[in-house]
């Protein structure tokens, strides 16, 4: 069964900084990776997803990198904003239906 | 505008009581999901549908129950066989099945808890 970590459970930067969040996996034949953010109380928003032939995928400040064969991926914020603060979810999709979540990232940007 | 709409925003249910959580889609997609979240875990698979009038079993389906009568809604039943419901309850839609593009869009959950 696919197993899905996050590391760290909650991280606390100063605004500016640039950060990484890292999620692992434990069965590499996967379709895809996905980085989800979710709000206090709100759905989760998908942020950026990187197919499984795929290295790397950027949207603004963000840029998410894929290791399929180590089960690594790396989710880097550049230039952190207060506004960023929320949970950052991974997910990957192994077969065709379902998408397996880690427990999430929670992060605060601090002004 | 487009995307999943899911109501009630707070349902609450009574010990033996079944409740239904909406869920409708006009995005067009073929594809719905029901997650369950818990705090501090990820979510979880409940069921799934890849079209009209069918249906699967995620991981903990027991004690919930689905229809797909239509594309676009996708309605969850939260029977009394369910003994431990309080949660926060999210639905996805996405295009299709199995593609390594497919992209799950989430509507902004039901909190269920227990009276």
């Known amino acids: 069964k696919q197993e899905v970590t996050q590391i760290p459970a909650a991280l606390s930067v100063p605004e500016g900084e640039n950060l990484v969040l890292n999620c692992s996996f434990t069965?590499?034949?996967?379709?895809?990776l996905q980085w989800f953010r979710q709000d206090p109380g709100k759905g989760l928003t998908s942020l950026l997803l990187?197919?499984?032939?795929?290295r790397e995928q950027t949207s603004g400040r963000l840029n998410a990198s894929l290791d399929k064969s180590s089960g690594r991926s790396t989710l880097y914020i550049a230039a952190s904003q207060p506004g960023d603060s929320a949970t950052y979810l991974c997910a990957v999709l192994n077969s065709g239906y379902a998408l397996n979540f880690g427990k999430g990232t929670s992060l605060l940007v601090t002004p | 505008d487009g995307g999943i709409t899911q109501s009630p925003k707070y349902l609450f249910r009574k010990e033996g009581q079944n409740v239904t959580l909406s869920c409708e889609q006009n995005?067009?997609?073929?594809?719905m999901y029901w997650y369950r979240q818990d705090p501090g875990q990820g979510l979880r698979l409940i069921y799934y549908s890849q079209i009209v009038n069918d249906f699967q079993k995620g991981d903990i389906a027991e004690g919930y129950s689905v229809s797909r009568e239509k594309k676009e809604s996708f309605p969850l039943t939260v029977t009394s066989a369910q003994k431990n419901p309080t949660a926060f309850y999210l639905c996805a839609s996405s295009i299709e099945v199995g593609l390594a593009k497919n992209i799950q869009y989430f509507g902004a959950g039901t909190r269920l808890s227990v009276l």
């Open positions: 990187i197919q499984s032939s795929q």
């Open positions: 995005l067009n997609h073929d594809a």
């Open positions: 069965d590499s034949a996967i379709y895809n």
